[in-house]
C-alpha cells in the first residue's frame, strides 16, 4: 500500500527563521513521483515541485529547498527566511507510475507571525 | 492559458437533493481527476478519466455518486440523494498526459474547489 505521513500537524514560527516540514513515504514501487502543494488561506491548491524516484538532488527555489533521500523515504521541504506570506497548509503527496492517484498526506500547517 | 475552473464555487443543499459539480479543465489537457477533501485532511481520490473515459472510479463512496466527461473536456460530478456526510470540498485536477507518461504528464493541477454543505 502506498502512504504519505506528515506528522507534524503545526508548525509557528516568526518571520525570518528557517522552517523544515517532514514528509515520509511509503510505496512498493520503484519508479513514482514525490510532490508538494499549498493550500494558502484562500483555499486553493497550488503546485510548488515534482520530484522523480530516479533523481535524489536536492532543489533550491528562491527560499524553498527540498530535500528528497530514497533511504529514508523522507522528501522534506525547507522554507528559508520565511515570510507571513508562507502561512499555508503544506501537503506532500506521491504518485507511482502505475496508477493515477495521487496519496496525500494530512497536511503540516505553518504559521508565520510578523 | 486559464487554469482549471470549478463551479458553483460554494453549493448549501437540503439533504436528499441532487447536486451536480462542474470542472473544466486547463485546455489542452488529456486527464481530469477528482478529489474529496474533509476539513483538515488531504484531498482523497475520487476518479479520474483520461479523454472521454472514465478509467478508475474505486474512490466513489457509493452509488449515489457519479461522474461523467462525455466530450473528454468538462466533467460533472453528481452526488444523489445528498447526505449530511457528503459535506466537504471537492476538488478537481487536471494533467496534460494520460498514464504511463513521464513527469511532467503526471502533475496535477488544482482548480479552486467547490465547498459543499448539505444541511
Known amino acids: 500500500a502506498q502512504k504519505v505521513t506528515q506528522a507534524q500537524t503545526e508548525i509557528s514560527v516568526v518571520e525570518k527563521e528557517d522552517v523544515t516540514l517532514d514528509c515520509v513515504y511509503e510505496?512498493?514501487?520503484?519508479?513514482?513521483?514525490l510532490f508538494w502543494y499549498k493550500q494558502p488561506p484562500s483555499g486553493e491548491l497550488v503546485f510548488l515541485i515534482r520530484?522523480?524516484?530516479?533523481?535524489?538532488q536536492n532543489e533550491i527555489s528562491g527560499r524553498y529547498s527540498w530535500n528528497f533521500q530514497k533511504s529514508t523515504s523522507s522528501f522534506n521541504f525547507t522554507i528559508t527566511a520565511s515570510q507571513v506570506v508562507d502561512s499555508a497548509v503544506y501537503f506532500c503527496?506521491?504518485?507511482?507510475?502505475?496508477?493515477?492517484?495521487?496519496?496525500f498526506g494530512t497536511g503540516t500547517r505553518l504559521q508565520v507571525f510578523p | 492559458g486559464a487554469g482549471v475552473s470549478q463551479s458553483p464555487r460554494y453549493k448549501v443543499t437540503k439533504r436528499g437533493q441532487d447536486v451536480a459539480l462542474r470542472c473544466d479543465p486547463i485546455?489542452?489537457?488529456?486527464?481530469l481527476y477528482w478529489y474529496r477533501q474533509a476539513l483538515g485532511q488531504g484531498p482523497e481520490f475520487l476518479t479520474y478519466?483520461?479523454?472521454?473515459?472514465?478509467?478508475?472510479k474505486s474512490g466513489l463512496p457509493n452509488d449515489r455518486f457519479s461522474a461523467e466527461r462525455p466530450e473528454g473536456s468538462i466533467s460533472t460530478l453528481t452526488i444523489q440523494r445528498t447526505e449530511q456526510r457528503d459535506s466537504a470540498m471537492y476538488r478537481c485536477?487536471?494533467?496534460?498526459?494520460?498514464?504511463?507518461?513521464?513527469?511532467?504528464?503526471?502533475?496535477?493541477?488544482f482548480g479552486p474547489g467547490t465547498r459543499l454543505l448539505v444541511l
Open positions: 485536477a487536471s494533467s496534460l498526459e494520460p498514464r504511463g507518461a513521464g513527469g511532467p504528464g503526471k502533475t496535477q493541477y
Open positions: 510505496t512498493r514501487d520503484t519508479t513514482y513521483y
Open positions: 520530484r522523480n524516484s530516479f533523481d535524489e
Open positions: 503527496a506521491l504518485i507511482s507510475t502505475n496508477t493515477d492517484k495521487l496519496i
Open positions: 485546455s489542452g489537457h488529456v486527464s
Open positions: 478519466f483520461n479523454y472521454e473515459a472514465q478509467q478508475d
